[in-house]
């Protein structure tokens, strides 16, 4: 039997996170290394590498997953606008081998990609602040 992801474990609370968002097929929460304020990840329920791997369903529900966390995303940030990017594969940057949407809400006009600006990652998470935004976003 293989290993389940850390995503896997993560959907089933074997691991903690910060919710944003569920769905039947989807779950979102916050990135623990936020790259910008609001850093969410939207992953399908489904276990798969690449979304060729993934059930129609899943990868057809999963924009509904984007959608919904950008709904609660531009509330809680007072912006519309999001850089949103899904790395395909280990060539493509994925380090975690489970299909994962990067939403991260833009308030600053700078037009650069943030996922394309090599951040070195904090040494420590601020779990506080994560758990506190989690609960903000979960009542939008
Ligand atoms: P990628 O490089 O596209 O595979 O992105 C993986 C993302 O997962 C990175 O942005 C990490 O900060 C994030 N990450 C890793 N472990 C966790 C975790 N336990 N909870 C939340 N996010 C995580």
């Known amino acids: 039997m293989t290993e389940p992801t850390l995503f ?5 609370g074997d691991i903690p ?8 097929t ?15 990840l939207v992953v399908p329920k489904e276990e798969a590498r690449r979304i060729a791997e993934l059930s129609t369903e899943s990868r057809r529900d999963l924009m509904d997953g984007v959608v919904e ?8 940030f007072n912006t519309t606008d999001f850089s949103v990017n899904l790395n395909d594969g280990p060539l493509a940057g994925q380090e975690v081998p489970h299909v994962h949407f990067h939403v991260i809400p833009r ?8 996922m394309w600006r090599m951040t070195p990652h904090q040494s420590e998470p ?6 506190a935004l989690s609960q903000k976003l979960q009542l939008h």
Do not use: C, M
């Open 8 to 12: 896997t474990k993560i959907i089933r």
């Open 17 to 24: 996170s910060s919710a944003v968002a569920q769905g039947s």
């Open 26 to 40: 989807w779950y979102a929460f916050l990135d623990i290394n936020p790259l910008r304020p609001g850093h969410t």
């Open 69 to 76: 966390v950008q709904r609660r995303l531009s509330i809680e």
């Open 107 to 114: 308030t600053d006009g700078n037009s650069s990609n943030p």
């Open 126 to 131: 601020d779990f506080e602040a994560l758990a």
